[in-house]
Nanobody, 121 residues
Framework: QVQLVESGGGLVQPGGSLRLSCAASGTIFRINDMGWYRRAPGKERELVAAINSGGNTNYAESVKGRFTISRGNAKNTVYLQMNSLKPEDTAVYYC???????????????WGQGTQVTVSL
């Protein structure tokens, strides 16, 4: 199985910055795409940013130029650097990893437990 451990959420004032981290562990053969989603109160879950194994990135229009997704050197960690935060960025942020298991060579999505980001005065 795959375990995802997220960290880095919290309360920040508008214009501030936060960095989210997500580390994947387990009997992993290969990690493919990694990404961050968020769900704000009363809204659907949405993709924030994603990065594939080749380093190509994809961002929601609302965060382009403010957020940066990256992968750690060991390729099993994904980060989300969030700058110029706005109140509308307030949400629970979830890490998502597409991983292939050693035992089965099956690929599926795994989700972190979520971390709260609140942007407020």
């Amino acid at each position: 199985q795959v375990q995802l451990v997220e960290s880095g959420g919290g309360l920040v004032q508008p214009g501030g910055s936060l960095r989210l981290s997500c580390a994947a562990s387990g009997t992993i053969f290969r990690i493919n795409d990694m990404g961050w989603y968020r769900r704000a109160p009363g809204k659907e879950r949405e993709l924030v940013a994603a990065i594939n194994s080749g380093g190509n990135t994809n961002y929601a229009e609302s965060v382009k130029g403010r957020f940066t997704i990256s992968r750690g050197n060991a390729k099993n960690t994904v980060y989300l650097q969030m700058n110029s935060l706005k109140p509308e960025d307030t949400a629970v942020y979830y890490c998502n990893v597409g991983a292939t298991l050693v035992a089965t060579l099956l690929t599926r999505d795994y989700w972190g437990q979520g971390t709260q980001v609140t942007v407020s005065l």
